[in-house]
């Protein structure tokens, strides 16, 4: 990673709530093709959510702890922050020393920017705010969020157009945080219904409206310069497994989320 900041842009693109078990399902019936492509192998990877939630478990991410390697470590990690006695600091570990990747990235030259999707990216109170008050530029709008049936469309549209008005010479942190897959997510499927709610297969059927639109936002990225991208869920979530409902609770369905890291060469 020492090599690749400052020379490459970075994408961070956060499916949100994606549980891995659905994503391993899709990727092998060849129902995500667009994402499938850039998997190394043409898998996801399994790994363990540093939270449970979408606060938290971006609060670790931007401090650089992404989702661990569901495998005894410990795992050497992409970025971290200087700190004492760190034993996931490796050699090829892009240190920063400030509090967060974001800023870290800031003062290594980077332009960073959120598009935001679910409520604590949404910056319409102070818990909000938070997570986009990290970026250099933020955007958010009720298109965006959970209950918009074309949200991802709106947050890719809005990410060409963020990639568009960058100097050609200024190196970009992109994060997106794509809330099609939060509840609710009914909608994405044909002829299930606001009575019938949200279940496993809308859940699916939300993974596949992302598809459909993410090669938008790889072309763009690519567009200027070659682009080092982290796609990954932030946790999962249950649909009544063992009785359980909802995430923000220590089941494996929550736990355990799809992860990859890839390159995507300039088609310039």
Avoid at 156 to 169: D, G, H, T
Avoid at 251 to 261: F, K, S
């Amino acid at each position: 990673m020492n090599e690749v900041v400052g020379r490459d842009d970075l994408l961070l693109l956060t499916l949100d709530t994606l549980r891995h078990d659905v994503a391993v399902e899709l990727a092998e019936a060849g129902r995500i093709p667009h994402l499938a492509r850039h998997l190394p192998g043409g898998a996801w990877e399994k790994r363990h959510a540093p939270g449970s939630f979408t606060y938290a478990s971006h609060q670790a991410m931007f401090a650089g702890f992404l989702p661990t390697p569901a495998t005894p470590g410990p795992h050497p990690r992409l970025f971290a922050a200087r700190f004492a006695g760190s034993e996931t600091t490796a050699g090829r570990t892009y240190v920063f020393d400030s509090p967060d990747l974001v800023s870290g990235l800031a003062e290594a030259g980077y332009r960073t920017v959120c598009v935001g999707g679910v409520g604590f990216f949404n910056r319409q109170g102070a818990l909000g705010s938070v997570l986009p008050g990290l970026f250099q530029e933020s955007h958010w709008e009720p298109e965006f969020g959970v209950a918009s049936p074309t949200s991802f469309e709106a947050q890719v549209a809005r990410a060409e157009q963020v990639v568009a008005e960058l100097p050609i010479e200024q190196r970009l942190f992109l994060f997106v945080n794509a809330s099609a897959l939060h509840q609710p997510n009914w909608f994405h499927l044909p002829g299930a219904t606001h009575a019938a709610g949200d279940t496993r297969r809308t859940h699916a059927a939300a993974l596949e409206y992302i598809d459909r639109h993410v090669g938008r936002l790889f072309a763009a990225m690519s567009a200027r310069r070659r682009c080092f991208a982290i796609v990954c869920s932030d946790h999962g979530t249950t649909y009544g497994d063992d009785g359980y409902t909802g995430h923000r609770l220590g089941h494996e369905a929550v736990w355990t989320v799809p992860y990859a890291h890839f390159f995507l060469e300039p088609t310039a």
